[in-house]
């Protein structure tokens, strides 16, 4: 599975921004998404995970912010990100896991995607 991300980019606090990962497979649906983020120095952090169904889970810290979503249609997850604080600042990766559980962390999470920076200027 190859996942590709996009829609990164330099915003404003308080600003929105959605970030796309289109997959490269047949059996979207059957694949947990996730999102996580990184900052120099700093471990991958989970920031949300969506099932082939639907189900979905959160980081506390974007609860209500965040939205995640998938198109098994389109081969694409997204991730609306809303309210975005300095915080925000990184590198946000997309990740697949053959399953139908939720997975909050990196280590469960066979594929990746390359990364796509968020900047959040205060």
């Known amino acids: 599975v190859q996942l590709q991300a996009s829609g990164g980019g330099l915003v404003q606090t308080g600003d929105s921004l959605r970030l796309s990962c289109a997959a490269s497979t047949r059996s979207f649906s059957l694949y947990t998404l996730g999102w996580f983020r990184r900052t120099p120095g700093e471990e991958r952090e989970f920031v949300s995970a969506i099932t082939g169904g639907g189900s979905t889970s959160y980081a506390d810290s974007v609860k209500g912010r965040f939205t995640v979503s998938r198109d098994n249609a389109e081969n694409t997850m997204y991730l609306q990100l809303s309210s975005l604080v300095p915080e925000d600042t990184a590198v946000y990766y997309c990740?697949?896991?053959?399953?139908?559980?939720?997975?909050?962390?990196?280590?469960?999470?066979?594929?990746w995607g390359q990364g796509t920076q968020v900047t959040v200027s205060s």
């Open positions: 990740a697949a896991a053959q399953t139908n559980r939720l997975r909050e962390f990196a280590s469960g999470y066979r594929y």
